[in-house]
Protein backbone atom coordinates (compact mmCIF):
# COMPACT_ATOMS: atom_id res chain seq x y z
CA UNK A 1 0.00 0.00 0.00
CA UNK A 2 1.80 2.87 -1.32
CA UNK A 3 1.48 6.33 0.33
CA UNK A 4 -0.08 8.51 -1.79
CA UNK A 5 2.51 11.24 -0.68
CA UNK A 6 5.24 9.15 -2.24
CA UNK A 7 4.22 8.70 -5.72
CA UNK A 8 5.24 11.21 -8.06
CA UNK A 9 2.85 12.62 -10.42
CA UNK A 10 2.89 14.30 -13.54
CA UNK A 11 -0.01 15.77 -15.02
CA UNK A 12 -0.45 16.72 -18.89
CA UNK A 13 -3.27 18.28 -20.24
CA UNK A 14 -3.16 21.66 -22.30
CA UNK A 15 -6.09 23.34 -20.36
CA UNK A 16 -5.04 24.80 -17.07
CA UNK A 17 -8.26 24.84 -15.91
CA UNK A 18 -8.02 20.68 -16.27
CA UNK A 19 -4.78 20.72 -15.06
CA UNK A 20 -5.68 22.77 -11.93
CA UNK A 21 -8.45 20.39 -11.32
CA UNK A 22 -6.17 17.39 -11.17
CA UNK A 23 -3.89 18.81 -9.50
CA UNK A 24 -6.51 19.80 -6.81
CA UNK A 25 -8.13 15.99 -6.76
CA UNK A 26 -4.33 14.42 -6.32
CA UNK A 27 -4.26 17.12 -3.44
CA UNK A 28 -7.08 16.02 -2.11
CA UNK A 29 -6.22 12.35 -2.46
CA UNK A 30 -2.76 13.00 -0.33
CA UNK A 31 -0.53 13.72 -3.28
CA UNK A 32 1.76 16.47 -2.92
CA UNK A 33 4.97 15.58 -5.53
CA UNK A 34 3.02 16.92 -8.77
CA UNK A 35 4.55 18.45 -11.83
CA UNK A 36 2.62 19.82 -14.93
CA UNK A 37 2.73 20.04 -18.41
CA UNK A 38 1.15 21.98 -21.11
CA UNK A 39 1.37 19.36 -23.97
CA UNK A 40 2.74 15.40 -24.58
CA UNK A 41 6.10 17.58 -25.88
CA UNK A 42 7.10 19.11 -22.71
CA UNK A 43 5.93 15.92 -20.54
CA UNK A 44 8.77 13.68 -22.52
CA UNK A 45 11.47 16.70 -21.83
CA UNK A 46 10.26 16.90 -18.03
CA UNK A 47 10.30 13.12 -18.26
CA UNK A 48 13.85 12.58 -19.01
CA UNK A 49 15.35 14.94 -16.34
CA UNK A 50 12.94 13.96 -13.28
CA UNK A 51 11.04 10.49 -14.13
CA UNK A 52 7.71 10.08 -12.14
CA UNK A 53 5.71 7.49 -11.20
CA UNK A 54 2.80 8.43 -12.83
CA UNK A 55 1.37 10.19 -15.67
CA UNK A 56 -1.87 11.24 -15.54
CA UNK A 57 -2.34 12.62 -19.76
CA UNK A 58 -4.70 13.69 -21.29
CA UNK A 59 -5.26 12.65 -24.89
CA UNK A 60 -6.01 15.22 -27.30
CA UNK A 61 -3.45 18.06 -26.80
CA UNK A 62 -1.18 19.73 -29.99
CA UNK A 63 1.78 18.88 -30.86
CA UNK A 64 2.03 15.43 -29.63
CA UNK A 65 -0.87 13.94 -28.55
CA UNK A 66 -1.67 11.71 -25.49
CA UNK A 67 -1.37 8.14 -27.41
CA UNK A 68 2.24 9.42 -28.64
CA UNK A 69 2.92 10.58 -25.22
CA UNK A 70 2.32 7.14 -24.05
CA UNK A 71 4.46 5.58 -27.04
CA UNK A 72 7.08 7.70 -26.23
CA UNK A 73 7.05 6.95 -22.72
CA UNK A 74 7.28 3.19 -23.22
CA UNK A 75 9.95 3.35 -25.80
CA UNK A 76 12.44 4.93 -23.45
CA UNK A 77 13.89 2.52 -21.32
CA UNK A 78 14.14 4.17 -18.08
CA UNK A 79 10.35 5.10 -18.27
CA UNK A 80 8.95 2.08 -19.64
CA UNK A 81 7.37 0.77 -16.71
CA UNK A 82 6.23 3.98 -15.43
CA UNK A 83 1.95 4.09 -15.22
CA UNK A 84 -0.11 5.80 -17.21
CA UNK A 85 -3.30 6.81 -16.90
CA UNK A 86 -4.99 8.70 -20.02
CA UNK A 87 -7.98 10.98 -19.60
CA UNK A 88 -10.10 11.42 -22.31
CA UNK A 89 -13.44 13.54 -23.05
CA UNK A 90 -14.54 10.53 -25.34
CA UNK A 91 -14.11 6.41 -24.89
CA UNK A 92 -13.76 6.01 -28.62
CA UNK A 93 -13.23 2.42 -29.41
CA UNK A 94 -10.15 2.68 -31.70
CA UNK A 95 -8.43 5.22 -28.88
CA UNK A 96 -8.71 2.79 -25.79
CA UNK A 97 -7.38 0.06 -28.57
CA UNK A 98 -4.91 1.98 -29.36
CA UNK A 99 -3.68 2.81 -25.68
CA UNK A 100 -4.04 -0.68 -24.62
CA UNK A 101 -2.18 -1.67 -27.41
CA UNK A 102 0.61 0.51 -26.01
CA UNK A 103 0.41 0.10 -22.41
CA UNK A 104 -1.97 2.20 -21.11
CA UNK A 105 -2.37 1.16 -17.59
CA UNK A 106 -6.00 3.25 -17.20
CA UNK A 107 -8.38 5.24 -18.40
CA UNK A 108 -10.07 8.36 -16.73
CA UNK A 109 -13.36 9.56 -18.42
CA UNK A 110 -14.01 13.59 -18.29
CA UNK A 111 -16.04 14.67 -16.74
CA UNK A 112 -14.70 13.00 -13.06
CA UNK A 113 -14.84 12.71 -9.18
CA UNK A 114 -12.01 12.89 -7.05
CA UNK A 115 -13.43 9.18 -6.27
CA UNK A 116 -13.16 8.03 -9.89
CA UNK A 117 -9.64 9.43 -9.96
CA UNK A 118 -8.57 7.46 -6.53
CA UNK A 119 -10.24 4.15 -8.00
CA UNK A 120 -8.38 4.58 -11.00
CA UNK A 121 -4.95 5.32 -9.55
CA UNK A 122 -5.73 2.08 -6.84
CA UNK A 123 -6.41 0.17 -9.37
CA UNK A 124 -2.77 0.40 -10.83
CA UNK A 125 -0.73 1.05 -7.51
CA UNK A 126 -2.94 -0.50 -5.20
CA UNK A 127 -4.57 1.07 -1.67
CA UNK A 128 -3.67 4.21 -1.22
CA UNK A 129 -2.65 4.55 2.57
Known amino acids: MPAASSIKVLVVDDQLTIRALIRNSLQQLGF ?43 THPPTAKTAFIMLTGRADKEIVQKAVQLGVNNFLIKPFTVAQLKSKIESVFGALT
Not at 51 to 67: C, E, Q, R, T, Y
Request: proline residues 5%.
Open 32 to 74: SDIEEAVDGEAALRMLIVRPVNLVISDFNMPKVDGLQLLKGVR
